[in-house]
């Protein structure tokens, strides 16, 4: 549910359920998501800053209206390994901070497995390992899926 900023000014941010009124909730959102932009060096390139900003915004655009689950699709696509770290921090913390549930899709696997306290691997749609980075990693149908499958010493 999107809300415009004529919602937000009306006091309707967080919903009935909100003791906060609109203002306090909205400066209590931005201070955390200022607090997460503090954490990132200050000398990244004016391209990498943009994008880096436009993630986060998006982040707290998403996190307004206190999520209780935060689905991000493929939030790492397109980013150096620094803007990938800094994205990582912001995902924990978002966790962590505020409690969200975070459901991740991403095919960088170092993200994945860093990250994650459970994963669930899918092959041409169909789930073929859950568990933990350890548990998955260690999974043959996953191995044979990913890396292929040897016959003889050769991959298939």
Known sequence: MACSQDQYSRGFVGG????????????????????????QA???AAREAKRDR??????????ALDPKV????????????????????????????????????EHDMGVVMDISDRVVVL??????AAGTPDEVQRNQAVIEAYLGATKGGGRT
Do not use: H
């Open 54 to 63: 436009e993630a986060s915004f998006v982040c707290g655009r998403a996190l």
């Open 16 to 39: 009935p359920k909100t003791r906060l009124p609109a203002r306090a909730q909205l400066t209590r959102r931005r201070d955390f998501v200022g607090r997460q932009r503090q954490l």
């Open 70 to 105: 935060l689905l991000l699709d493929e939030p790492m696509g397109g980013m150096n390994q620094d803007e990938k770290e800094d994205m990582a921090r912001y995902i924990l913390d978002v966790n962590q901070e505020r409690g969200v549930t975070v459901v991740l899709i």
């Open 123 to 128: 092959d041409r749609g169909r789930r073929i």
């Open 42 to 44: 200050p000398d990244l």
